[in-house]
Every structure is written in structure tokens, then in C-alpha cells.
């Protein structure tokens, strides 16, 4: 049988069952005991080795009864400017002989912008209470284990949401047409004139894709959105999930119109409860309205939106690791071609974008591209969220006209912290190329920054002033990819491996700074080799602040 026929005779929720009944299971119990594996095996008629193997290859997951309460506080590398690592041994100490406390340092929980970022039981809490341990002895004996409802309503709007009106969402889909041919017609039409790119990272044009899918033959296909955003630095879909939910389901929706899809799924990270309860009341009030379900927004065509939580793993933001998890697969790359757009879910065509995008493609559909490109600065076109943090005074999400440049965002976040002067910065991301205090005039844009030689990517945008140890913070970011390889390709596994080594090797005076040299044709070897992007881009910070900071190597 057809892989699309397959999918076909299965419901939706079967498509999503077995990681999901694992998370249910430990959600319930606090762990996965052996037993419970070896029932839900039977149950299932699953071999018990394929469940170890999703167990053990997914970090939300636990073996050993938990404590009372799990503090989590980040390591990486803007919470590691804020001491994070400092205060993380610091509660170990304290609570070293307790039984019903655990303290671990884990990676990047989305909060850069509260940095150090901690969370117990895996609900957010402020960087102050970790501080204060008076405060924090009081969360511990009371922890929240509950999601945390959205915060009140903000008072900043959005240039990007046409809908100052609540009651008004979705009425950019109703105004096109209740025939989907037209509102196919019309969202391709207006996508391509707008340029728009995909806001994951990878730059490449939303109305190609979305054209990809549409012409791919097949009786069943998917859309998904990838808010799995997991890397240091980068956390505006979280903002866009919580504040603009709407604009996202609406473009999930114009998207599976163009493309043919019938079901819509959220990948969404597990640190991300709060704006999960936001996402799933727009959802909800979105069926209430008819935009989803049998017959969506009076389309005559049926259209459903799952969330489904990641068990964990930054690796999970590629696009084919992604679709093995939602296939009850450990979460490893695949080899492409074939590419999603043809094979994708369940060997079926599948239109993934992440969360900005879908944002974005709604707004450029209901205002049109000349509103797009009006709205960018200069010569450029259109708007973009960034993320900011690190040595600024207002870390947070900004939504920016294309063009505008780093110096200018910078002061938008209101300058540099305790009038530091800028030493160097990252414009896109834990992946993207360390840049100069000289370079502080480049717009940010995909273009501009690749001239610049770096790069948007997400356009997670971090800061660091004069007195930051360059070579400290880049070895924490290659430490980040060695951490977070699924370790599917060799290269990559014990590359990342072998560099953090020699990084740190050379920071404690143990290695020669000589050694340094190994890395260029070790980074050549990983992009040349890996899979995927992680692979292809560990050795990035390190090799950029090399070039442009060689004062910085320890002497």
C-alpha cells in the first residue's frame, strides 16, 4: 500500500499516538519505569527495543523517580553571561543533601531575554527568584507543575496584524473567496510578488515551496509549523505564539488551501507551556468561529490543527528530524533528495514553515506586496521580529522594517548596558559568524549579512561589550552543537566532540594554542559531511571569532 493511501485510512490522531502516550504516560507516573514500557509494547505490538530507543534518545524523558522538584537553569551562552553557571553550582551546594530537590543545568529554555533563564518542574520562573533563596526556597516547597496562563493582554500592536479588532481575525480569509482554486491563485500570486523568504533560518522563498507542494501529486498531504526554535539567542516565535497566535493559524490555513493539505500540525518545544495554553485557546476559538474543522472558513474543504509537543532536542528544529519524531522515530536527519515537499510526513507531500513566516504570509496576503515592500526601510522590502539579548538594556523581541541596521536595533533595545562600548556580535544566532564592532552598520538583512560575511539566519541578534571573553562565549556555543548532536553522523558526533576538547584544552593551558590551526580543516570536513545544519555550522562561532578576535586565544 501507497504510503499516501496508508495515511488516508488512519485518523489523524493515530498519526501522533506513540510519542505521545509515552509523554502521557510519564506525565501520570513522573517516569517511565520498565514495566510501563514493557505494557505499552504488548498493547501496541511494538518491539520493547523501539521504545528504549525513543526513551533514550529524547532528553524530556526520565528513567528514575523524580524529587519534588527539578530546578532547571540554562548554560548557554547569554544565560552564562548572567552568571547562570555560577548560580547553578551555587543552589547545588545548598541543596546537595537533599533527596526531594534537583538541580541540573540544561540547554537553552527560549528566555534569553530574562537571562539566567530557570525553570522548576519545567515551569518558567523569574531570573530574580534564583537569586534570591529565600524566594526560592518557598517555589520549591510549592511547585507549580501546572502550565502558566498568557500574561495580560499587551499594549503594543503589531504592524504586521491587520486586526486591531479581535472580533475581526480571519476575515482575510473571507474576504478572498470561499473557493480555495482563488485563494490559492491569489495567495501565490501575492507571496511571489512579495519575496517573502522563510524566517527559519534557511532564507529560501515561501512561494516556491508552497508551489512545490501544490504541484505534487498525492491523495493526502500536510502542513506543519516548525515552532521548535531552539537555539541560543532565538526566541521571537515564542513572542509570535503568545501575542499573535491568530496570524499563524490563519496562514497555516491559506497555506493548506494553495497546497491541498487536510491536516495541520504545531511542532511545538516542550519549554514553551505558557504559550502553549495561548495557542490552544486561539484554536479553540478558532473552531468555535468554523475556520477549522469538516468544512473550514465555508471552503467545502476540511482542515485540522494539532499541537504536538517535542519530547525535547534542538536537533528537532530540522525539518526531517522533526518529521521522524512525528513518525515515533528517533529524531535523526534524513538524507535528501527527497525532500519534504514530495516525501515528507508519512512519505506524503508536506509544506513545513516555522512560525514567522506563517505570521507574515498572512499579513502580506491580506494587505498585498506593495504594502511589503513599503514597509521595509530604504531599498529594502518588508518587516522582521529579531530577537535580542546579551549587553543591551532591553533584551526582547523587536518587529523591524527590513534594512534596519544593528546600530539602530541596538539603540532601539536601549543601548548598551552600563554605557559598555560594543565589542562584537552574532546577527543570526548561535550558528551564524561572530562580526565586529565595525561591522555595527549592516543592515539586517539575508543578503547584507552573507556580504558582511555572516549571516540573518533567525535573526536572533546577540550582544556582546568590550569587557565579554570572546573565547570563553564562542567555546560555549560550539560546547551548544556538541551537546545537542543527534550523532547520526559520525563527523559531526566526535567533531564537535574533538573541537570542545581542543577549546578547552587550550583555555586551561593544557593544549597548545598551536592546535588551534586543526579546526579549519575540521570544519571543512563537517560541512562537507554532515547531514544537516548542525553538523555544517558548529564550528562557525569559533572559527569567525578566531579570525576576527585573534587577540582574544589565551596566551
Not at 547545588?92 to 538541580?103: N, P, T
Not at 473552531?287 to 474543522?293: P, S, V
Not at 506593495?370 to 535580542?388: H, Q, T
Amino acid at each position: 500500500m501507497a504510503a499516501g493511501e496508508q495515511a488516508s485510512v488512519s485518523t489523524f490522531e493515530e498519526l501522533l499516538e506513540l510519542l505521545r502516550e509515552l509523554i502521557q504516560i510519564q506525565r501520570e507516573r513522573g517516569y517511565l519505569h520498565e514495566d510501563q514500557l514493557r505494557a505499552l509494547s504488548a498493547a501496541r505490538g511494538v518491539p520493547l527495543y523501539h521504545l528504549e530507543g525513543l526513551v533514550s534518545f529524547y532528553p524530556a524523558f526520565r528513567r528514575t523517580p523524580p524529587p519534588g522538584a527539578t530546578v532547571e537553569i540554562c548554560r548557554d551562552v547569554i544565560c552564562a553571561m548572567a552568571g547562570g553557571s555560577q548560580r547553578c553550582q551555587e543552589l547545588m551546594a545548598r541543596w546537595d543533601d537533599s533527596d526531594d530537590v534537583e538541580i541540573q543545568e540544561v540547554s537553552c529554555l527560549g528566555r534569553c531575554d530574562s537571562a539566567p533563564a530557570g525553570a522548576i518542574n519545567h515551569v518558567p520562573v523569574a531570573p530574580a527568584n534564583l537569586v534570591d533563596a529565600v524566594q526560592l526556597a518557598a517555589d520549591l516547597e510549592r511547585p507549580d507543575t501546572t502550565p502558566q496562563q498568557p500574561l495580560a493582554p499587551k499594549s503594543r500592536r503589531w504592524k504586521c496584524d491587520p486586526y486591531a479588532d479581535p472580533t475581526m481575525h480571519y476575515t482575510t480569509l473571507r474576504a478572498l473567496s470561499a473557493d480555495p482554486a482563488t485563494i490559492a491563485a491569489t495567495c501565490l500570486e501575492r507571496l511571489t510578488d512579495s519575496g517573502l523568504c522563510g524566517m527559519g533560518g534557511a532564507g529560501f522563498s515561501t512561494a516556491r515551496k508552497w508551489s512545490a507542494v501544490a504541484d505534487a501529486a498525492g491523495p493526502v498531504k500536510y502542513l506543519i509549523c516548525n515552532a521548535d526554535e531552539s537555539e541560543p539567542g532565538t526566541f521571537k516565535d515564542r513572542v509570535i505564539l503568545e501575542e499573535l497566535p491568530h496570524l499563524v493559524i490563519e496562514g497555516m490555513l491559506l497555506g493548506a488551501l494553495t497546497v491541498g493539505a487536510q491536516h495541520g500540525i504545531i511542532y511545538l518545544r516542550h519549554e514553551y507551556q505558557r504559550e502553549q495554553f495561548a495557542l490552544e485557546q486561539a484554536i479553540q476559538t478558532a473552531r468555535r468561529q468554523g475556520i477549522l474543522g469538516a468544512n473550514a472558513a465555508g471552503t467545502g474543504r476540511a482542515f485540522e490543527i494539532e499541537v504536538f509537543v517535542s519530547p525535547g532536542g534542538y536537533i528537532l528544529g530540522e525539518e526531517t528530524a522533526l518529521l521522524e519524531a512525528l513518525e515515533d522515530k528517533r529524531g535523526e536527519p534524513r538524507n535528501k533528495p527527497p525532500y519534504p515537499s514530495t516525501s515528507g510526513l508519512h512519505g506524503c507531500p508536506t509544506l513545513i514553515n516555522n512560525v514567522e513566516t506563517l505570521a507574515l504570509a498572512t499579513a502580506i496576503v491580506h494587505h498585498g506586496s506593495e504594502w511589503w515592500r513599503d514597509a521595509g526601510k530604504d531599498d529594502f522590502w518588508g518587516l522582521k521580529f529579531v530577537s535580542i539579548s546579551g549587553d543591551i538594556q532591553r533584551p526582547g523581541v523587536y518587529e523591524i522594517p527590513v534594512g534596519m541596521t544593528v546600530a539602530e536595533l541596538i539603540d532601539l533595545a536601549g543601548g548598551m548596558c552600563d554605557g559598555s562600548a560594543l565589542k562584537a556580535f552574532l546577527p543570526g544566532g548561535a550558528s551564524s559568524n561572530f562580526l565586529p564592532a565595525a561591522a555595527v552598520q549592516t543592515p539586517l538583512d539575508f543578503t547584507a549579512m552573507r556580504d558582511a560575511g555572516s549571516m540573518l539566519g533567525t535573526g536572533a541578534v546577540m550582544v556582546f561589550g568590550a569587557e565579554r571573553d570572546l573565547f570563553a562565549l564562542a567555546t560555549n556555543l560550539v560546547r551548544f552543537f556538541r551537546n545537542e548532536s543527534c550523532g547520526k553522523c559520525v563527523p559531526c558526533r566526535l567533531g564537535s566532540r574533538y573541537a570542545v576538547d581542543l577549546l578547552e584544552g587550550v583555555s586551561q593551558g593544557d593544549v597548545p594554542t598551536d592546535a588551534l590551526s586543526e579546526l579549519t580543516p575540521l570544519a571543512e570536513t563537517l560541512q562537507q559531511t554532515s547531514i544537516c545544519g548542525l553538523g555544517q555550522v558548529a564550528l562557525n562561532p569559533i572559527e569567525s571569532m578566531l579570525r576576527h578576535f585573534p587577540e582574544a586565544i589565551p596566551r
